[in-house]
């Protein structure tokens, strides 16, 4: 019924020209705006027609922590019950590699069993790393961990890889057995996919209001939403991977006598690895991208370290604990993707237990050995001050000597964009009328993807309006739209470069994925600094944060043109210029629009972040109900820019999907 319905709405669309359906639409909007007295329920919507669900969110919580009882326990009890669990995980973390271990002797007496050395773990990582590998992912990991040693991070790296060692193996069990189940069951897998989708778009900082409201402020209640934010990509690579695991190999698996258990441990799971470790890497990078906001509801380590340098405007510091993140990040990206692509080992059982597992045990005796010798060498233990290196002096001195020399240049630019494009734009936005918008997306819907779509959108964007944050939604949308459409800009010229030249090809994928793994706290560093806070900041440091996606959908997009088709322009006569503009620019287009979405999702989610430099879009909403611990204020104005990137995301999908189809791509 619903391929008949859908078919129905397209060919009366189908009668209609899309220039026409269009014209009538924006007719209607003008007429709306026109005659805004005579139906301003239809341009302004009624603050009485809001419904004040923030507030039943509130209540409910407040409910279920104070009065809800499950027979023969509170809901609080079992919260506080989880946390202590928890809590006992990370202070077993927190002691390996951080604080150390207490043992008491008596009453009065401790024994101090001092944390692992930095020594130690570097050595006991370089041979990991040996193992995955070889030599050169080595020296990569104990480069990336002996500069976090040099550069004075080692403390602060510690306390974020104890919390990390316990939310990301969290992250991976849940996300694994969720998965599992919604491959074994198809009800639960159409009903965890819009879940996922919400979690993937909802703002961090959304995730932070009902975790600190249900756990409190500390370690515990960060590590639980680093946990929940790195969850679903694990939950999505699991369904995908054992949904391709080939036939035959499950087959074999029943005919050798599995049952259904035996079955998924030792057949399908083992044969899903590669996917799966995707969902790994996922779930670590994740969870460190998570570490800064974490740090404002109790974590400690390097996130509070750059949260406390923007907080003091300290550039230097800020920078350099935001790098020692990404080297962290890129660690361990590494290491989890070698594992993923390393081929089992067959190993011999009839070898004595030293010869199969011969780098395990020399990692332990290094740690051991070092350890030891920590009591007698301190250098050992840990790493003398006095050699510690910073460059905070010089960056702070270059971006004062920036400020000195280039203010009046840079505050005359940033004056002009704004009185002649931004605040105009953004007027533009608030004069529209909501019903109108609303219609305007529900036209392309029905255009892009059918009723379904078109119902999806209509009802996303009406949410918005009837919770009373659609002036708030439509400056968050001025803002993403002004920094996506300078990321294009940006970007796609990069990227069009890149497809053409091998070298610069291979030098934008390392610049590329080094900003992939910088936080996006530490992009708003530099950009306050130069530009002070307001829209301003917050719109270049949106572009610089999701400048990337465009840049790798673009190079890829025109790489992908077959190269058949290339060589048939070349016969048809064109030049160089005419096959970029008149045939791969054309086909990529779709990809490049993939990209584009990708540029909207990530300027989303650094929007609400952009909430400290001064904005007043939802992101503030997020922000301010996150510092009075408000779940309904947080949550309802979380779900609305989830809403915001779900719009998107389904209407470019929708168009990418057509447009390849048009093409015979697909």
Not at 30 to 38: C, Y
């Amino acid at each position: 019924m619903s391929s008949t319905s859908s078919g129905s709405i397209s060919g009366v669309l189908g009668r209609w020209s899309g220039f026409a359906l269009w014209t009538i639409a924006l007719a209607v909007t003008v007429g709306m705006f026109f005659a805004r007295d005579i139906v301003p329920w239809a341009v302004d919507y009624p603050t009485e027609w809001v419904i004040p669900l923030k507030f039943y969110v509130s209540d409910f919580m407040k409910w279920l922590i104070h009065e809800a009882n499950f027979y023969f326990f509170t809901f609080k009890q079992f919260t506080r019950g989880i946390a202590s669990v928890f809590n006992f995980f990370l202070d077993v973390s927190f002691g390996v590699l951080s604080e150390g271990v207490e043992i008491p002797l008596n009453g009065e007496t401790f024994f101090q069993i001092p944390p692992l050395s930095w020594t130690a773990l570097v050595a006991a990582l370089v041979i990991v790393a040996y193992s995955v590998r070889d030599w050169t992912l080595a020296l990569l990991v104990g480069s990336a961990f002996i500069y976090l040693v040099v550069f004075g991070q080692w403390k602060s790296a510690m306390v974020t890889l104890s919390s990390i060692v316990v939310a990301v193996p969290l992250g991976i069990g849940g996300g694994l057995m969720l998965g599992i189940i919604a491959y074994r069951h198809r009800w639960f897998e159409k009903t965890i996919t819009p879940v996922l989708d919400l979690m993937q778009t909802v703002p961090v900082f959304a995730y932070l209001v009902p975790v600190l409201f249900l756990f409190g402020f500390g370690p515990v209640a960060a590590m639980t939403s680093t946990m929940i934010y790195a969850l679903p990509p694990m939950v999505r690579c699991t369904m995908i991977a054992l949904q391709h695991v080939p036939t035959e190999i499950i087959e074999f698996g029943r005919m050798a006598g599995c049952s259904q258990r035996q079955l998924m441990r030792k057949v399908m799971i083992p044969s899903a690895r590669p996917t799966l470790m995707v969902g790994v890497n996922q779930v670590i990078m994740l969870s460190l991208n998570m570490v800064i906001i974490a740090s404002m509801i109790g974590a400690g380590g390097l996130g509070f370290d750059v949260l406390h340098a923007l907080r003091r405007l300290a550039i230097g510091e800020g920078i350099e604990a935001g790098a020692a993140i990404t080297v962290l990040a890129i660690a361990l990206d590494r290491l989890s993707q070698a594992y993923a692509v390393k081929p089992p080992v067959r190993i011999e059982k009839k070898l004595g237990f030293i010869k199969r597992h011969p780098h395990l045990l020399a990692a332990i005796a290094i740690i051991a050995v070092a350890t030891i010798s920590g009591f007698f060498v301190p250098a050992i233990a840990n790493y003398p001050e006095g050699l510690t290196v910073t460059t905070g002096t010089v960056l702070d001195r270059l971006v004062s000597w920036i400020n000195i020399n280039f203010f009046d240049v840079i505050d005359a630019v940033k004056s002009w964009l704004l009185l002649n494009a931004l605040i105009p734009f953004k007027r533009f936005l608030l004069l529209l009328p909501w019903m109108a918008v609303t219609g305007l997306l529900a036209l392309a819907g029905a255009r892009l993807g059918g009723w379904r779509l078109s119902i999806v959108a209509a009802a996303m964007s009406t949410f918005i309006a009837v919770t009373g944050n659609w002036e708030k939604a439509m400056i968050s949308t001025y803002l993403i739209g002004v920094s996506v459409v300078a990321a294009s800009m940006i970007g796609i010229p990069i990227g069009i470069w890149a497809a053409g030249n091998d070298r610069v090809h291979r030098a934008a994928q390392v610049v590329i994925d080094t900003l992939q793994t910088l936080p996006a706290f530490v992009y708003l560093i530099p950009v306050v600094m130069l530009f002070r806070v307001g829209e301003f900041s917050a719109m270049i440091a949106v572009v610089a944060y999701s400048l990337v996606p465009i840049i790798r959908y673009t190079d890829h997009g025109i790489r992908q043109v077959p190269q058949s088709i290339i060589e048939a322009a070349t016969a048809a006569g064109c030049n160089r210029r005419q096959k970029l503009w008149k045939v791969q620019l054309p086909l990529a287009l779709p990809e490049i629009m993939l990209g584009v979405n990708q540029t909207i999702m990530l300027g989303l989610s650094m929007l609400v972040i952009t909430a400290l430099v001064g904005t007043r879009d939802l992101g503030q909403e997020v922000y301010i109900a996150l510092t009075k611990a408000d779940t309904g204020r947080g949550l309802v104005a979380g779900v609305c820019v989830a809403f915001i990137a779900m719009i998107s995301d389904r209407l470019i999908s929708a168009w990418s999907a057509l447009r390849k189809k048009q093409l015979g791509l697909i």
